[in-house]
């Protein structure tokens, strides 16, 4: 985690506070095949307490767009897509498994705004190997661990959980999850991946389902 740090953060590195990200990808909508889907996004995280607004628009058809807005504010969990952000297709909230998986969200992203992974900002760190770290995060009655692996050059290379809730058919499936994390460049200071895959690791196998590029990324330091 030292080599992690000292690769990505500058000497002196203020802490972020909060970060504005703007992506553009496409999403795998489809549970049993592949179906993708271009989408743009803004998203809004804050550092203390853990919190991020995300707000999507999803090109479903030609003229026929989903909004999607996925957040975790204050120990909750929300996922609400809507078409025309007028009719609802779900709505998920509370402080169970679906605030868990948004906190997992969160911690993943870190990656863009990697001071929010210092001990100092109460992140608990054990040793694996050379190569990969358990991590855990605390936020109210809420506590996850997750795998956090690395390249040789110390930049990060993925984050895994165990164990995350998947919409099956309308129903919450706790499946194993990845986000992988590419294409460094420096922004203020620290060294961020540009382009990100995340998906699902099923039994049948691998299944991708966001795969995105940062368009802008601005951030908002501890004075």
């Known amino acids: 985690m030292q080599r992690y740090f000292r690769t990505v953060l500058t000497d002196g590195q203020p802490i972020v506070i909060a970060a504005t990200v703007e992506h553009r990808g496409t999403l795998n909508i489809g549970e049993t095949t592949d179906q993708w889907k271009a989408f743009t996004s803004r998203q809004r995280v804050v550092m203390r307490r853990p919190g991020f607004v995300w707000d999507g628009k999803v090109a479903m058809l030609p003229g026929l767009n989903v909004l999607v807005h996925d957040a975790y504010v204050a120990g909750e969990g929300i996922l609400h897509p809507a078409i025309l952000g007028l009719f609802t297709l779900i709505d998920l909230r509370g402080t169970g498994e679906v605030a868990q998986g948004e906190l997992m969200r969160f911690f993943a992203e870190a990656a863009w705004y990697p001071t929010a992974l210092l001990p100092s900002?109460?992140?608990?760190?054990?040793?694996?190997?050379?190569?990969?770290?358990?991590?855990?995060?605390?936020?109210?009655?809420?506590?996850?661990?997750?795998?956090?692996?690395?390249?040789?050059?110390?930049?990060?290379?993925?984050?895994?959980?165990?164990?995350?809730?998947?919409?099956?058919?309308?129903?919450?499936?706790?499946?194993?999850?990845?986000?992988?994390?590419?294409?460094?460049?420096?922004?203020?200071g620290v060294h961020v991946p540009m382009t990100g895959e995340v998906a699902w690791l099923t039994p049948q196998g691998r299944k991708p389902y966001w795969r995105g590029t940062i368009t802008s990324l601005s951030y908002e330091f501890a004075r």
């Open 121 to 188: 900002q109460g992140v608990r760190w054990e040793p694996m190997d050379d190569r990969s770290a358990r991590a855990t995060l605390i936020d109210g009655s809420l506590s996850l661990t997750m795998t956090f692996s690395f390249e040789p050059d110390g930049t990060m290379r993925s984050a895994r959980a165990q164990a995350r809730g998947r919409t099956v058919g309308g129903k919450i499936v706790m499946t194993p999850w990845e986000g992988r994390w590419s294409n460094v460049e420096v922004r203020d």
